[in-house]
């Protein structure tokens, strides 16, 4: 393309796209041939955008996994009733927030749940030198109320989860080494449900009396069984089916409200 307006192009993996923000606003000429290109302007990320999707390809989506049509959510409701007494309104909110269940060893099984919608977003400022200024925390909060900040806050958690099982590593703190995981029981006094926590440790917490692994155990009376790879392969493979749903969601969100819907604003620190 003849463009001579300074530009960052970003590849957006979550929309299979390409996005380029200006520096300045294009000329009509440069507009022109932005359109001819395939770019549309985007009033919500106040970027030029290109999919990179195959207009004349079939569309092939996967059902979404449906956690009811899973032979452990019999299991899972009657633990469940057990875990909440009977109360019913408590056990129809586990049942409504369970997204997938993972079947693991010994007919032991994980729960992930759905993740919600974060639509409120605050940033934080102090007049003591620590932190934003008051006129940085109004920049930042302007620059969060568009589509891509929208996205990656909600997306947030459930990549870096999956980044763990991927990597056996924390994002950010890949200095501590290699992580190993492990279930427990989740609810207290549930040692003989099947329906499991999974702890993570780092290797150098499992090594030996003094690490995290064993405190942990000791505290809990239960002895921590450590994740073979196909079960850590089944997890993964559930958190990335929630995720695609996920995101499904979130598109459906913007498609409907864009960002009119978020609440954005700042606040003073009191440190």
Request: charged letters at 35%; one cysteine or more.
């Amino acid at each position: 393309m003849n463009i001579k307006t300074n530009y960052k192009e970003i590849r957006n993996e979550e929309k299979n796209g390409i996005e380029l923000y200006f520096e300045g606003i294009p000329t009509p000429e440069e507009r022109e041939e932005l359109k001819k290109n395939g770019y549309k302007w985007s009033k919500f990320n106040k970027c030029w955008y290109k999919s990179l999707r195959d207009p004349e390809a079939k569309k092939e989506t996967a059902p979404d996994y449906n956690v009811k049509e899973s032979n452990l959510y019999e299991l899972y409701k009657e633990e469940m009733q057990k875990v909440w007494k009977n109360d019913n309104k408590m056990v129809d909110y586990e049942l409504k927030k369970a997204n997938y269940i993972v079947p693991l060893n010994n007919g032991d099984y994980f729960i992930i749940d759905k993740p919600s919608i974060e639509k409120d977003f605050c940033f934080g400022y102090s007049d003591c030198g620590q932190g934003q200024s008051f006129e940085e925390a109004q920049e930042t909060a302007a620059a969060a109320d568009n589509e891509k900040y929208f996205m990656e806050k909600n997306l947030h958690d459930i990549n870096r989860i999956i980044a763990e099982f991927e990597t056996k590593r924390t994002p950010g703190s890949e200095h501590r080494g290699e992580l190993k995981f492990y279930k427990s029981y989740k609810y207290s006094g549930g040692q003989d449900l099947h329906q499991k926590a999974i702890r993570t440790y780092y290797s150098y917490e499992t090594i030996d009396e003094s690490g995290d692994l064993a405190r942990d155990q000791k505290y809990l009376k239960y002895t921590f069984e450590e994740l073979t790879k196909s079960e850590v392969e089944a997890i993964l493979a559930g958190y990335k089916e929630v995720k695609r749903q996920f995101v499904k969601r979130l598109n459906t969100y913007l498609k409907k409200y864009g960002t009119s819907k978020l609440h954005i604003w700042t606040y003073w620190l009191d440190y």
